[in-house]
């Protein structure tokens, strides 16, 4: 049974930064595309970051462009979202989740499996 647990949200001045991490165990990590999406109160979930399966391709949201890096580490099955100068708006329940799509994609009924989410807190 896969199992993804994040890491690494908190309560951070605006500018500063955070790193979340995903550690992911059940399935073989390397072969699936990972991403980072985030849900703040009274909205609906949205898509932050994609990585594909050997992390040579990755997409971002507009919003996240120039500040937010996906990376990951297939030997450690774990994937991660460097998050630099945050914003306000950035507050929210961040979640990663799993894909057995071939091509990244954004959307989120394309991923099977996610973690419970971290509350990244971000204050003006």
């Known amino acids: 049974q896969v199992q993804l647990v994040e890491s690494g949200g908190g309560l951070v001045q605006a500018g500063g930064s955070l790193r979340l991490a995903c550690a992911v165990s059940g399935r073989n990590f390397s072969s699936y595309v990972m991403g980072w999406f985030r849900q703040a109160p009274g909205k609906e979930r949205e898509f932050v970051a994609v990585i594909g399966r050997s992390g040579s391709t990755r997409y971002y949201t507009d919003s996240v462009k120039g500040r937010f890096t996906i990376s990951r580490d297939n030997a450690k099955n774990t994937v991660y979202l460097q998050m630099n100068s945050l914003k306000p708006e950035d507050t929210a329940v961040y979640y990663c989740?799993?894909?057995?799509?071939?091509?990244?994609?954004?959307?989120?009924?394309?991923?099977?499996?996610w973690g419970q989410g971290t509350q990244v807190t971000v204050s003006s």
């Open positions: 989740a799993q894909s057995g799509r071939v091509v990244p994609t954004a959307t989120p009924h394309a991923f099977d499996s």
